[in-house]
């Protein structure tokens, strides 16, 4: 009498099962996500909290006080360093640690806690829409009364997403490793230590290499534009999508992908069926 086949075995606890179509993982920052994966405690928020109320908080946050707060110290340092310098370079460095504040906010006061990196990376792609929006209105204005050419407002709306989400999306991770710097657990300083900051950084010099393309660049029009969503735009998206897991898995988005290997071996297949 035939056997009838066996099922493969459950995936290691902790694993989420792909489902839908995903191009081929990637593990380029191995040692950073092994990091990454250790701190991950749950795949939901405390008390079974829905994530929309935060990412809209941080999202109206970041319009609001993120933009405003980037805004006054811009204006008090132009004079200084000169428009170029501010759109280069202090752009990226007051306002990446502005936006930060309202994930900070919503991680401490509302979530309590920050579950995995990828509630982290939502909460930081909010905060950036937020303000990235809020600032694009105010450009669209200043161009419309500039009698600007409607080509420069329709590349603004197209970039409005792709730029300010990416770059705090970095940041929303770093923003979840403090969270878990700031937990009671053993040891999380030696584990975690470098991580906010290393994020940080990266969404800064995201933010910095767009503004520096763009300006570098500006005599050719909107080729500076062209190169930035050709290339800058897909090179760190593909570090993120990275940095998350390998994949983005869009349907599953807060669950967190893999742990490391030497938390979870390899499940060996089931023996066969005696004969």
Known sequence: MQQPPIPPPPPPPGVTTLTGFHLPGTNFFGGVRRQLSELEHSSQLVGGKSPKVGLAVSLVLAALVGLGLSMLVQLALLPV?????????????????????????????????????????????????G??????????????????????????????????PLWS?????????????RSNQPGVSNQAGFLPLLFLLIGMGNHLMWNGIS?????????????????????????????????????????????????????????????
């Open 215 to 275: 300006i570098g660049l500006a005599g050719l029009g909107l080729a500076a534009i062209v190169v930035n969503i050709v290339l800058v735009f897909p090179l760190f998206a593909f570090m993120l999508r990275d940095f998350l897991g390998g994949h983005f898995n869009f349907q599953n988005f807060y669950e967190p992908l893999e742990k490391s290997s030497t938390a979870h071996p390899d499940i060996p297949p089931p023996p066969p069926p005696p004969s």
């Open 81 to 129: 360093g000169g428009i170029v310098a501010m759109t280069v370079f202090f752009a990226p460095l007051t306002e990446e640690p502005f936006k930060a504040l309202g994930m900070i906010i919503v991680a401490y006061l509302m979530w309590k806690s920050v579950p995995n990196r990828r509630y982290g990376a939502a909460l930081g792609a909010a905060a950036g829409l």
């Open 169 to 181: 999306a970095f940041v929303g991770i770093g923003v979840f490793t403090l969270a878990f710097q």
């Open 131 to 164: 303000f990235g929006v809020a600032e694009s209105i105010l450009y669209i204005i200043s161009l419309a009364a500039a009698n600007a050419g409607g080509e420069l407002i329709l590349v603004r709306i197209i970039v409005t997403p792709l730029m300010h």
